[in-house]
């Protein structure tokens, strides 16, 4: 028996099969860069950066240093207690990189379901409006409120009754749905649409909020096309409805911007963070105008580890790693080649339907004859198999498992990211030419 084989036995006679394997039987031992070790010692190139954790990459010595030099100083009072200095510093560099209008403030959380949760109670108080619109696709959490505003179903299986007053609308996916608009025709008509909700689905004077990834994670990377960001905005303005933007996995230079929604030029009322904001280790946040923000309640927001010493130590050093090392800039390089690979791999199979995204956020949707109505979501797993073997990582994602998704570190070396994406050509056409035959 291998090392790895006696992790995984162990892990299946003590932890519940819920906590789901979404890469195969993996282990990881160590990881450094873009690279992780298994159990048995095999180097495997990292698509997957902990779903979106590790855009500074695995171990960087910066933020290993300051989790150390935390470590020894506070490990954990709660700002509830008491005030310390890492929460402050975090939340004014976070109001400097995310202002949300004239004044902005933030507060820190574990994770973004909690982000989403507490946002969610700051919006509610701020308005004295209860519902809240969320979007098909999306995927805000697994908390009750995160659950509930999620649209994958088989993440909530048997877990209702859901939260009441939180209604849906069609995400706008062009791919699927746009009939051969172009994008603002296109957002014309998806606009319109929810005008037309706010008549006959829940009335613009109870709706507290509206939630949108300004592009899908797991929903399958489709990124919203900027005019209907840009006219989302107006409307929500127009009807004092707050805007709710969950950048909890295209935030923080994935994007190839700190926050997604800055490509459409707009700015929400109130934001959701998490992920790589940590550079590993658990840390989220909301951010908002302060006069939102500064409508809850003392004691209704929070908790007992939000915002722990040391992690917002990690946080502090990941944010100065990612403005030192010009991420941003590395992000858009990194996603102009895989674009370009994907494109091309595009023209060289029938099972490429669209290539999607924003910077280093790049999806491959595989479709039968590209047609979005047949996704190829066992194809997916078995490419995900091949690049496994071939010791590369990288997961799936959309509602049908057909999306091939890239979340490599941002400081990943070009020779790596040509190799990750080598391992991906090849499962998907040797998949095309043996359907073929």
């Not at 209008?101 to 209860?130: C, F, H, P, Y």
């Not at 700190?258 to 459409?264: G, L, R, S, V």
Request: proline share 5%; charged share 25%.
């Amino acid at each position: 028996m291998t090392r790895a084989d006696d992790w995984i036995g162990r892990r299946h006679r003590v932890v519940p099969r819920g906590v789901g394997q979404f890469a195969g039987e993996t282990t990881a031992a160590e990881a450094h860069g873009a690279w992780l070790v298994d159990a048995d010692g095999q180097r495997l190139i990292d698509f997957a950066g902990g779903i979106g954790v590790m855009n500074v990459g695995h171990g960087d010595e910066r933020v290993v240093a300051a989790i150390k030099e935390q470590a020894e100083r506070l490990l954990h009072t709660c700002i509830h207690v008491a005030t310390y200095e890492p929460y402050v510093a975090l939340c004014e560099k976070l109001v400097e990189l995310f202002p949300h209008g004239d004044a902005t403030k933030a507060m820190l959380v574990n994770t973004g379901a909690e982000a989403v949760e507490n946002a969610v109670k700051i919006a509610r108080q701020a308005t004295g409006r209860s519902a809240i619109l969320a979007f098909t696709e999306a995927f805000h959490g697994r908390t009750m409120m995160g659950m509930t505003l999620t649209s994958k179903t088989k993440y909530k299986v048997g877990c209702g009754p859901f939260a009441p007053e939180v209604y849906r609308l069609p995400y706008p996916r062009i791919f699927h749905d746009g009939g051969g608009l172009d994008e603002e025709a296109f957002s014309r008509r998806e606009l319109a649409r929810l005008e037309d909700a706010l008549s006959n689905r829940v009335a613009a004077d109870d709706l507290a909020a509206i939630i949108l990834e300004p592009v899908l994670g797991e929903g399958g990377f489709v990124p919203a096309p900027f005019p209907y960001l840009v006219g989302l905005r107006e409307l929500c303005d127009r009807h004092g409805i707050l805007l709710i933007c969950d950048e909890v996995q295209s935030g923080f230079c994935r994007t190839g911007r700190w926050a997604a929604y800055e490509h459409a030029g707009i700015v929400p009322d109130l934001s959701t963070w998490a992920k790589s904001m940590g550079g590993g280790l658990p840390i989220g946040c909301v951010i908002g105008r302060a006069d939102v923000m500064d409508a809850a309640l003392p004691g209704t927001i929070g908790g007992t580890y939000g915002g722990n010493p040391v992690a917002c130590a990690a946080s502090l050093a990941t944010i100065a790693v990612m403005e030192e090392r010009d991420l941003n800039r590395r992000a858009t390089e990194i996603g102009e080649v895989v674009r370009s690979r994907f494109e091309r791999l595009e023209k060289e199979s029938p099972l490429v339907g669209d290539v999607r995204g924003l910077g280093a956020m790049i999806g491959l949707e595989l479709c039968y004859d590209r047609d979005p109505l047949r996704p190829a979501g066992d194809v997916v797993t078995d490419v995900t198999a091949r690049c496994r073997e071939a010791g590369v990582i990288v997961l799936p994602a959309g509602r049908d498992g057909n999306v091939l998704r890239v979340l490599s570190p941002l400081v990943i070396e070009d020779d790596d990211l040509d190799r990750g994406l080598t391992a991906i050509e090849e499962a998907v056409l040797a998949h095309t030419a043996e359907s073929t035959r």
